[in-house]
């Protein structure tokens, strides 16, 4: 079988005028038998149409935060935005989602499928949603700090037949109200949505956890870029 292409968006390092990506993206990818490829920060409607007739899945990755002006709110202090990156992003996801092809969101990416299908976000937890759980951790990032519950019969609780999950939490903002177009399938042990799956898409899941730093000590994460490439073959 021809191993699906699957398309990452680029990480931005601002500081030295860099793209970059964490190998554990690629390697999850590679290992599900895919293939890794990172995109161009290119907000250009036509390049967006063709990369998405081209790939066959789309890791919308982590990052900057989502501009609050798209979910019509004002920019906190503690937000950290970079709207070329979300401009891109949106050109993509208007080229992809026509073409029902394979997405998945982590962390910044559960985020923005959230914010373009209209929902809401906590623009900082620490001061928007105070909680005894740990939800930016210290490295080792491959560490789970947290529990999500798993709810009944949505797709990540099928692949897993398990109702609790133990996962890793790098992230100062979450999903506030969810987009109407999503349904939950992770909530964590405050309350807070941390994976998301679309009603009617054949595959658009968001994590808010990280299984690109836990794909090789985690079989969990392994399972779940898996099942995201094989929905890409
Ligand atoms: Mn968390």
């Known amino acids: 079988m021809k191993k699906p292409m699957i398309a990452l968006t680029p990480l931005v390092d601002r500081e030295r005028h860099s793209f970059w990506m964490l190998p554990g993206y690629m390697d999850g990818i590679r290992e599900a038998g895919g293939i890794p490829v990172m995109l161009p920060l290119d907000e250009d409607p036509a390049t967006a149409a063709r990369l998405a007739e081209v790939c066959d899945g789309f890791l919308f990755t982590g990052g900057d935060d989502v501009e609050p002006a798209r979910y019509g709110a004002q920019t906190d202090p503690h937000t950290s935005c970079y709207s070329a990156r979300d ?27 959230n914010v ?22 210290q490295p080792p990032y491959d560490r789970p700090v947290h529990s999500v519950r798993l709810l009944h019969g949505t797709p990540l ?3 897993l037949g398990d109702d609790q999950l133990r996962v890793n939490s790098y992230h100062h903002q979450a999903i506030h109200s969810l987009a109407p177009d999503l349904l939950p399938m992770a909530v964590s042990e ?44």
Do not use: N
């Not at 998945?104 to 985020?111: P, S, V």
């Open 116 to 137: 373009l299908l209209g929902g809401t976000l906590y623009q900082d937890l620490e001061t928007q949603y105070p909680s005894p759980v740990c939800h930016h951790q």
């Open 87 to 113: 401009r891109m992003e949106e050109a993509l996801w208007q080229a992809v989602l026509p073409r029902r092809k394979p997405v998945l969101g982590i962390c910044r990416g559960i985020q923005l499928m």
């Open 157 to 159: 609780q099928e692949l």
């Open 190 to 233: 405050d309350g807070l949505i941390e994976g998301v799956y679309h009603r009617r898409y054949p595959f658009l899941w968001g994590v808010q956890w990280h299984p690109e730093y836990s794909c090789h000590t985690d079989p969990v994460s392994r399972k779940m870029f898996r099942a995201f490439v094989a929905a890409a073959m």
